[in-house]
């Protein structure tokens, strides 16, 4: 079990949903939290709804000057929750290189800027935890999914090399793959969501999972078999799976 009290943890993406969910438990839990986000006024609100000690610092993931500057604002930290991201439903038919490029810019890039930021410092100190969000949707290909999947499966492989890397080392990386979160971005999806979850249930299983030794968590976990599963089924039995019927 991981000793929260006195730790400073920087969540970026905490503005709303599973961001904020997760940002309050982890100050519950005695961790003083540094919340990022783009929108400044949310973030503030948000700020006062924390149980513990908690500050704001406006940060843009996209650009590389706010991500530095956010980082220093933030100062020495013990550990970092990378959760911005950025999404729309866009099948390869429809192709929107501004929505694309953004998917990839922010959800991926962004991610690399961040870590970027701390992880020379937690290396030089051999102590530190990055936590990613990775998707079901990164495991492999989705109709609709073309940018979303595949910014996601690079924040998963990312996750997984550094984890290669670090694993023996003080410095913990871990990913969490959650499924649909009821949010403002699932919102624009038109079409059935199995296992929707509330943004106070997907923070648990993260929550738990940075409680815990483990490197990944997948989840809702029965929802989790058929996307871990699909990587070892055939191209040819796969893809169907996912078809529009009629």
């Not at 939290?33 to 006024?41: F, P, T």
């Not at 993931?61 to 604002?73: E, G, I, L, M």
């Not at 690399?112 to 990055?130: Q, S, T």
């Not at 595949?150 to 023996?168: F, N, Q, T, V």
Request: glycine share 10%; hydrophobic share 45%; aromatic share 10%.
């Amino acid at each position: 079990m991981r000793d929260w009290n006195g730790k400073r943890y920087w969540l970026v993406g905490a503005s709303e949903g599973l961001g904020a969910a997760l940002a309050k438990k982890l100050s519950a839990a005695g961790a003083e939290v540094i919340l990022s986000a783009r929108s400044e006024d949310r973030l503030k609100d948000l700020v006062a709804e924390m149980p513990g000690k908690a500050q704001a610092v406006a940060c843009d993931v996209a650009d590389p000057a706010s991500v530095a500057a956010a980082a220093k604002a933030a100062g020495d930290v013990d550990g970092v929750v990378f959760l911005a991201g950025v999404y729309w439903p866009l099948p390869a038919q429809d192709w929107d290189a501004e929505k694309i490029e953004a998917m990839l810019d922010v959800n991926l890039t962004g991610a690399a800027r961040v870590v970027g930021a701390v992880i020379g410092d937690m290396v030089e100190r051999d102590a530190g935890h990055i936590v990613l969000t990775g998707s079901l949707s990164g495991f492999r290909g989705l109709p609709g999914a073309t940018g979303y999947g595949a910014s996601k499966a690079g924040i998963m492989a990312l996750a997984e090399g550094m984890y290669a890397d670090l694993r023996k080392t003080g410095v913990t990386v871990q990913v969490a793959n959650p499924g649909f979160i009821r949010t403002r971005l699932t919102d624009k999806n038109e079409f059935d969501m199995p296992f929707l979850m509330e943004p106070e249930e997907a923070a648990q299983e993260m929550f738990e999972l940075m409680c815990s030794d483990d490197f990944k968590r997948s989840f809702p976990t029965v929802f989790s078999w058929l996307f871990r599963g699909g990587q070892f089924l055939p191209d040819w039995l796969w893809y169907p799976i996912f078809s529009k019927k009629g």
